[in-house]
């Protein structure tokens, strides 16, 4: 599971996630989605045939939103400081000499989201597994009362995407969920968004 970062760590990792065009609009202009690849779609080779750049911007989309591993050589575009404390929070990991991304990160208007690979939803252990940003939880945004309030529940927090979308409306945000991974995930995601109210 990830290890909550400092809060300077978690201010690089943002900086450098948006300055290398990882972002909503990066990653929509590069690959034409914003949503991660799916088997059903049948889309991960149109998104590899368009991040085969070496460059920070195709290779962090590769590592953090498609899950595909990327050879060691090629990841050394990153900054070893960002490699680095990525390893150590583990955003990524390595093995036989390539770097993978154990968890998605997706932008979502300003945030970045942390939740599970989508092929582990379809494992045997994946009864903890931790949704990302999809056509529920768009929905669920969309019904939502937004005015300004004291304290806010997001009951059932899954990666946080709601409490973060209230975290400006709201004076403090309690996020909770049944499964400890998803409050694992939503307290990384709050780190890393620099969001000290929820």
Same mark, same amino acid.
Request: with cysteine.
């Given at each position: ?51 085969? &750049?070496?460059?920070?911007? %195709? #290779?962090?989309?590769? +590592? ?8 060691? @050589?090629? $990841? /050394? ?65 969309? &019904?939502?009362?937004?005015? %300004? #309030?004291?304290?806010? +529940? ?8 709601? @409490?973060? $979308? /209230? ?32």
């Amino acid at each position: 599971m990830l290890t909550l970062p400092s809060e300077e760590t978690a201010r690089r990792l943002h900086a450098y996630f948006a300055d290398n065009g990882f972002t909503e609009a990066g990653i929509g202009k590069l690959v034409g989605s914003t949503s991660p690849p799916l088997s059903q779609n049948r889309n991960l080779p149109r998104f590899l045939d368009l991040t085969r &750049a070496v460059e920070p911007g %195709p #290779v962090l989309v590769r +590592l953090f939103f498609m899950n595909v591993p990327v050879e060691q @050589a090629a $990841a /050394a575009v990153l900054p070893e400081g960002f490699r680095k404390a990525c390893l150590e929070t583990g955003l990524l990991r390595l093995a036989e000499g390539r770097y993978e991304a154990p968890m998605l990160v997706v932008p979502h208007e300003g945030h970045y989201l942390v939740a599970d690979r989508n092929p582990h939803l379809h494992a045997t252990e994946a009864t903890d597994h931790v949704l990302g940003f999809g056509p529920s939880a768009r929905a669920l945004l969309t &019904a939502t009362i937004t005015r %300004p #309030v004291g304290r806010l +529940l997001d009951l059932g927090t899954g990666c946080g995407v709601h @409490a973060f $979308a /209230a975290a400006s409306r709201a004076e403090t945000v309690v996020a909770t969920d049944i499964n400890p991974r998803a409050t694992a995930c939503t307290a990384f995601g709050a780190r890393l968004n620099g969001l000290t109210n929820v």
